[in-house]
């Protein structure tokens, strides 16, 4: 928790957690807080929201300035809250002190649940699918632009905004071969929780696909470079490791086998889609932490695969 405890605790907060101030428990005294201006290390979607959060309520303008462009969710949530809130390329401000308004908001489809019956579809033979009012947030949305470079065919239709969000229908067919591509730098932000599913649809392109410049995936649920790997691997897929990634021979051939989640969700719905197109049975062990965002994936597979 330390990159979210240092800039708060630049902004006044009374913070204390275990082993100098970096992991749980955490013990937080209420008080006033001031705004700062931060630069933040890694672009984090979860770590900017945190500081426009405590921004609201500090006296000043919060400035928060990333390293490439994340996930824009809360601006906009905050926005139409009546937040003032600027965004101007890679820097963020709020200004605090300014009293919030109800509306009334629908949340559209999650792009990152929606991903892995994406790449489902893609990889399946004869795998045909339309899901439905689906949040296409480019910040979101990086899978997509990757998946075009693979050669995937799929289709947005329906384009609209709901509570500030662009949301559409996303089509997808199986059947065209997938080819190896290099992702890295300003491509990672926009598909970080895609990764584990990204690197399943790797496993089946032709080629080697290198991803770099994904670090932040080391401090996820699990460290999601180590434990895509690990479990790949098993199914026979040839993947080398970096610091900040990794590269993966494709091609398919995989075989089915014994997993194990790492107790994180993305990982066991993505070696779930891999299972789907191996030779034989796969196990995979811990898919009680699918509960943290999809209680239902299991059910919705079971049904577009019966």
């Known amino acids: 928790m330390a990159r979210v405890i240092e800039p708060l605790a630049m902004m006044g907060a ?183 599913v990204l690197c399943v649809a790797a496993s089946f392109a032709e080629g080697t696909t290198t991803i770099t410049g994904a670090e932040e995936l080391r401090v996820k649920e699990s460290d999601r470079i180590i434990s895509i790997a690990s479990e790949l691997r098993k199914m026979g897929v040839k993947i080398e490791e970096f610091a900040d990634g990794l590269s993966i021979n494709g091609g398919g051939g995989l075989h089915g086998a014994s997993m194990d989640s790492h107790g994180d969700h993305r990982i066991a719905m993505s070696m779930t889609v891999a299972a789907l197109n191996a030779e034989g049975g796969s196990t995979i062990n811990g898919i009680s932490s699918v509960n943290i965002s999809f209680p239902d994936f299991f059910e919705i597979i079971g049904r577009l695969t019966s």
């Open 14 to 196: 009374d913070i204390r957690a275990r082993s100098h101030d970096r992991f749980p428990p955490i013990a937080i005294r209420g008080g006033g807080l001031r705004a700062i201006e931060y630069s933040m290390p890694v672009a984090s979607a979860q770590v900017k929201s945190c500081l426009l959060l405590a921004g609201l309520y500090s006296e000043g303008t919060t400035v928060i300035t990333e390293p490439a462009k994340s996930r824009d969710h809360t601006e906009r949530m905050l926005a139409a809250f009546g937040a003032d809130v600027k965004v101007d390329g890679l820097k963020v401000s709020v200004r605090g002190g300014r009293e919030l308004t109800p509306v009334e908001v629908e949340v559209p489809g999650d792009f990152s649940s929606a991903a892995f019956f994406i790449v489902a579809a893609l990889l399946v033979p004869g795998g045909e699918i339309t899901l439905k009012n689906v949040g296409i947030n480019p910040a979101r949305t990086g899978l997509l632009d990757v998946l075009k470079k693979m050669g995937a065919d799929f289709g947005i239709s329906n384009i609209r905004e709901v509570s500030g969000e662009p949301v559409a229908d996303i089509y997808c067919k199986g059947g065209s071969g997938l080819k190896a591509v290099n992702i890295g730098g300003s491509d990672i932000p926009s598909l970080i929780d895609e990764f584990p």
